[in-house]
Each structure stands twice: as C-alpha cells, then as structure tokens.
C-alpha cells in the first residue's frame, strides 16, 4: 500500500508533521505516555517524521513514560532498522540505544556494545565527552554481574524490499546529524546515568 497525500489531515504533510510534533511534545511536558505515543506515530506516517531522527528519540520517550524501557529500545531499532540512514543520525540512534540499556536496564555490557560503535559519529549536541562516557560504561561494564543480554543486537539498516513508500516522503532538507528542534524536551531521557 503506499502512502495516499489526499489522506493526510488538512492535506498538507508538512503542516500535519508541525502539528503532530506540537501534540507529541505537548504530551510529554504533561507525561502523557499514549499521547505521546499516538503523536508521533501520526508524525511517522503522515508527517514525514520517519526520515527525522529526533522523531525516533521522541517516539522512544513513551515507552520510558510508560515504564517499558524494552519498548523505548525497540523504537530507536524501528528507525535504524528501516528509515535512518546518515551515519551520524544512526551514530544518535545508536547511542541513545546504548543509554537506553545501561540507564533503564542496567545492562552496561550490552549498552557499551552500541556506546563504543557510535562513538565516533555521535554528534556534538547529543554527548560532548564519548571518550569518558564510553570509559564510564566500560568499567560498569567491568563490574556488572548480569550475564545474558536484557536486548537483542542492534538491527542493521534493512529497508523493506517493497520499499519505504507506505508513509509520507520526507518534509524539507535534513542534514545528517543536525540537532533535532525536540532536542531540549528529550535530552533528559538520553542523559547517561
């Protein structure tokens, strides 16, 4: 099935994205894990939000509103498994995962797995000292006692062979690994513990 325009809300994608992010946002400011949930799931399929990392890392925030820290996982695998391609958007993908599993999983081991791949890449506006971060999850690491990994591996970029055309095109120009306007309401959620 591929994405039909006639159906976005009020007929203009880009105007539909501005007000799903608007909603989204609005919901996390309340801790609205659903709404949060339902806003950005829109701005995935009919705002052009699929192609924004920022979208992903504020997708992620309803699972980790909603106590489900698997799921906030699950959603960064989402956009790097079949929508993120530039190598610093994956690189804050990436990351973000990697925190995601050492601060609400307390799985350092697996988290320095997605820390140490992305820290050549992850963009200065997500996390301005990797070294010491990375070094940081690594003696965690060192002394956690869990064994096997709380999450899969992280998924390579695999887009579907049918292709990407089920959800709204991309709106406007984006810059691999520019800071994502959301930034400043999620970067909380992201902080390494």
């Not at 350092?108 to 140490?116: N, R």
Request: glycine fraction near 12%; charge should be negative; include cysteine.
């Amino acid at each position: 099935m591929s994405f039909d325009p006639a159906k976005v809300p009020g007929g203009d994608v880009g105007c539909w994205g501005d007000e799903c992010q608007g909603k989204a946002l609005a919901a996390l400011a309340d801790a609205d894990w659903r709404g949060v949930y339902e806003w950005t799931k829109s701005w995935v399929g009919w705002g052009g939000g699929a192609w924004l990392p920022g979208v992903w890392l504020l997708y992620a925030t309803s699972g980790l509103l909603h106590r489900q820290p698997k799921t906030a996982v699950h959603t960064l695998d989402m956009g790097l498994q079949t929508w993120i391609e530039g190598p610093s958007d994956r690189a804050a993908l990436t990351w973000g995962r990697g925190v995601l599993v050492w601060r609400y999983l307390n799985d350092p081991k697996t988290a320095l797995i997605d820390m140490e791949a992305a820290a050549g890449h992850v963009p200065g506006w997500f996390e301005k000292d990797v070294l010491t971060q990375v070094e940081a999850c690594r003696d965690a690491a060192r002394a956690s006692r869990k064994r096997v990994p709380t999450v899969k591996a992280r998924p390579d970029l695999a887009p579907p062979s049918t292709g990407r055309d089920f959800v709204a095109p991309p709106v406007g120009d984006h810059v691999d690994g520019a800071r994502p306007t959301m930034w400043d309401a999620v970067a909380g959620y992201f902080a390494v513990p």
